[in-house]
């Protein structure tokens, strides 16, 4: 059992449920990630999702949209996440997840990327941009290396390809909120329709799921976990470490926000 489905294992037994922070490398501060992934590790979450910077990411907002831009100034490259996370992996057993768009993995190579990623000790992939039924290739390379794919489902998928989706995913699949980009909202969902929409995932799936977009606050949270396996927190952590001077100032922005995220028991 690797260590994404002996996570949600657990969590599963104990009656838990996964908080996941979504990270930029290398943003605010040039050498921030490998400090990030610790202090966050420490914090106790449960998963980290580590974004792969691209100058057009087509599902993200304009928060993580900066923050890419901010860390590819600072010289962000998938040789230093590489390098971060095996660091983080050589003293953390914490499953890591990379979360990037086809084309820096297609100029880096599929399989030498799968290979690389791998090595470092990285668990899954999310390829926002790559359907299921175009990722042969890179499924392929990811099984043969043991890293999990996971594949999105939004709103408008129907209970057949919800079905497919679960499928296709190695050890859990990816529900985004709403049927647009990342970013901090009031409301989730579209129309309030958050409920009714993780209730049909969740009569038609077998492993667990995820939910992202738009989380911000306990609330928010609590509405997920109330039929979810976990809640991904991106774009307002991304806000509370904005400022930041240094990297342990950012550290510590990321800690005292997931830590004010977490519903009280």
């Not at 040039?30 to 590790?41: C, H, I, M, Q, R």
């Not at 077998?206 to 609590?222: A, E, L, Q, Y």
């Amino acid at each position: 059992m690797n260590r994404i489905a002996l996570k949600f294992s657990r969590l599963r037994e104990s009656g838990k449920k996964a908080l996941i922070p979504y990270l930029t490398p290398e943003f605010p501060r040039p050498g921030v990630t490998l400090p990030l992934l610790n202090g966050l590790a420490e914090a106790g979450v449960d998963l980290i999702e580590v974004g792969i910077p691209f100058s057009d990411p087509l599902a993200d907002g304009k928060t993580i949209q900066y923050s890419s831009q901010v860390a590819l100034e600072n010289g962000v490259s998938l040789t230093i996440i590489l390098r971060a996370i095996r660091e983080f992996r050589s003293e953390q057993d914490l499953p890591v997840i990379l979360m990037g768009y086809m084309n820096p993995i297609l100029r880096y190579g599929v399989e030498r990327f799968i290979q690389h990623a791998s090595q470092a000790g990285v668990d899954g992939l999310i390829v926002p941009d790559l359907p299921p039924e175009e990722a042969s290739e890179l499924v392929g390379a990811a099984k043969q290396a043991s890293v999990s794919n996971i594949f999105l489902i939004a709103p408008t998928t129907n209970e057949e390809r919800i079905r497919m989706i679960d499928n296709y995913s190695t050890d859990f699949s990816y529900c985004v909120s709403v049927a647009g980009v990342t970013g901090q909202r009031t409301e989730l969902g579209d129309n309030g329709g958050l409920d009714s929409f993780l209730l049909r995932v969740k009569n038609n799936v077998r492993k667990p799921f995820v939910v992202g977009f738009g989380i911000s606050n306990p609330d928010h949270v609590r509405q997920v976990w109330r039929h979810a396996d976990g809640a991904v927190v991106g774009s307002a952590m991304i806000d509370a470490m904005a400022g930041a001077k240094t990297k342990k100032e950012a550290v510590n922005a990321a800690v005292r926000f997931m830590n004010k995220l977490r519903p009280a028991s």
